[in-house]
Protein backbone atom coordinates (compact mmCIF):
# COMPACT_ATOMS: atom_id res chain seq x y z
CA UNK A 1 0.00 0.00 0.00
CA UNK A 2 1.61 3.49 -1.09
CA UNK A 3 1.81 6.47 1.28
CA UNK A 4 -1.13 9.24 1.53
CA UNK A 5 -0.46 12.26 0.32
CA UNK A 6 -2.94 15.36 1.22
CA UNK A 7 -3.88 18.08 -2.11
CA UNK A 8 -6.25 19.73 0.11
CA UNK A 9 -5.54 23.09 -1.73
CA UNK A 10 -5.01 21.60 -4.90
CA UNK A 11 -8.10 18.78 -4.91
CA UNK A 12 -9.79 19.96 -8.45
CA UNK A 13 -5.67 20.50 -9.92
CA UNK A 14 -5.34 17.17 -8.93
CA UNK A 15 -9.27 15.92 -10.08
CA UNK A 16 -8.30 17.53 -13.87
CA UNK A 17 -4.71 16.52 -14.01
CA UNK A 18 -2.80 19.69 -14.91
CA UNK A 19 -0.94 19.06 -11.27
CA UNK A 20 2.26 17.51 -12.17
CA UNK A 21 4.76 19.12 -9.22
CA UNK A 22 4.34 20.00 -5.68
CA UNK A 23 6.53 21.12 -3.16
CA UNK A 24 6.71 20.32 0.21
CA UNK A 25 8.60 20.83 3.76
CA UNK A 26 9.51 17.15 4.15
CA UNK A 27 9.26 14.35 2.31
CA UNK A 28 13.42 14.10 1.33
CA UNK A 29 12.65 10.34 1.76
CA UNK A 30 11.07 9.79 -1.72
CA UNK A 31 12.41 9.00 -5.10
CA UNK A 32 11.69 8.58 -8.40
CA UNK A 33 9.49 5.61 -8.83
CA UNK A 34 7.99 5.09 -5.92
CA UNK A 35 4.52 5.38 -5.93
CA UNK A 36 2.23 7.88 -3.64
CA UNK A 37 -2.08 8.21 -3.23
CA UNK A 38 -2.64 11.88 -3.65
CA UNK A 39 -6.02 12.48 -1.03
CA UNK A 40 -7.72 15.28 -0.79
CA UNK A 41 -7.56 15.45 3.15
CA UNK A 42 -5.34 12.52 5.52
CA UNK A 43 -4.58 14.20 8.54
CA UNK A 44 -7.35 15.82 11.13
CA UNK A 45 -10.25 13.97 10.24
CA UNK A 46 -13.22 14.33 12.43
CA UNK A 47 -14.89 11.42 13.91
CA UNK A 48 -16.72 9.35 11.13
CA UNK A 49 -15.03 11.04 7.86
CA UNK A 50 -12.95 8.68 5.80
CA UNK A 51 -10.06 9.43 3.43
CA UNK A 52 -11.19 10.17 -0.14
CA UNK A 53 -8.71 9.02 -2.57
CA UNK A 54 -7.79 11.27 -5.59
CA UNK A 55 -5.54 9.60 -7.84
CA UNK A 56 -2.19 6.82 -7.85
CA UNK A 57 0.81 9.32 -8.39
CA UNK A 58 4.58 7.60 -9.69
CA UNK A 59 7.32 9.86 -8.49
CA UNK A 60 9.59 10.64 -11.61
CA UNK A 61 12.06 13.51 -9.13
CA UNK A 62 13.01 14.39 -5.69
CA UNK A 63 14.47 17.37 -5.39
CA UNK A 64 15.52 20.52 -2.34
CA UNK A 65 15.50 23.86 -4.36
CA UNK A 66 15.03 27.12 -2.50
CA UNK A 67 11.50 28.10 -2.65
CA UNK A 68 12.09 31.74 -3.59
CA UNK A 69 13.63 29.47 -7.23
CA UNK A 70 10.32 29.10 -8.73
CA UNK A 71 8.88 30.73 -11.89
CA UNK A 72 6.24 31.08 -13.71
CA UNK A 73 5.84 27.76 -15.31
CA UNK A 74 6.65 25.75 -12.03
CA UNK A 75 3.70 27.97 -11.11
CA UNK A 76 2.30 26.49 -13.83
CA UNK A 77 3.11 22.85 -13.47
CA UNK A 78 1.82 22.90 -9.68
CA UNK A 79 -1.72 23.83 -10.03
CA UNK A 80 -1.49 27.65 -9.89
CA UNK A 81 -1.22 29.18 -13.16
CA UNK A 82 -3.41 32.06 -12.41
CA UNK A 83 -0.68 33.36 -9.50
CA UNK A 84 2.74 34.91 -10.19
CA UNK A 85 6.06 33.48 -8.15
CA UNK A 86 5.80 35.89 -5.60
CA UNK A 87 2.00 35.33 -4.70
CA UNK A 88 3.22 31.51 -4.75
CA UNK A 89 6.05 31.71 -2.32
CA UNK A 90 3.26 34.03 0.01
CA UNK A 91 0.63 31.28 -0.50
CA UNK A 92 3.23 28.88 0.60
CA UNK A 93 4.55 30.43 3.41
CA UNK A 94 1.17 31.11 4.79
CA UNK A 95 0.16 27.46 4.60
CA UNK A 96 3.76 25.86 6.05
CA UNK A 97 4.00 28.55 9.26
CA UNK A 98 7.71 28.68 9.66
CA UNK A 99 8.65 28.38 6.16
CA UNK A 100 10.64 31.14 4.71
CA UNK A 101 10.59 32.52 1.12
CA UNK A 102 14.20 31.29 1.13
CA UNK A 103 14.41 28.35 2.82
CA UNK A 104 14.80 25.19 0.93
CA UNK A 105 12.23 22.50 0.18
CA UNK A 106 11.48 19.55 -1.67
CA UNK A 107 10.41 19.84 -5.28
CA UNK A 108 8.16 16.53 -5.87
CA UNK A 109 7.47 15.79 -9.85
CA UNK A 110 4.87 13.02 -10.38
CA UNK A 111 2.65 11.30 -13.35
CA UNK A 112 -0.51 9.58 -13.02
CA UNK A 113 -0.80 5.89 -12.99
Not at 32 to 47: S, Y
Not at 60 to 73: F, G, I, K, M
Amino acid sequence: MSRLMSFSLTTDAIRSRCKTVTRRVGWQFLKAGDTVTACEKCMGLKRGEKVRRLAELRILSVTRELLCALDQRECDLEGFPEMTPREFVRMFCEANKGVLPTDPVTRIEFEYV
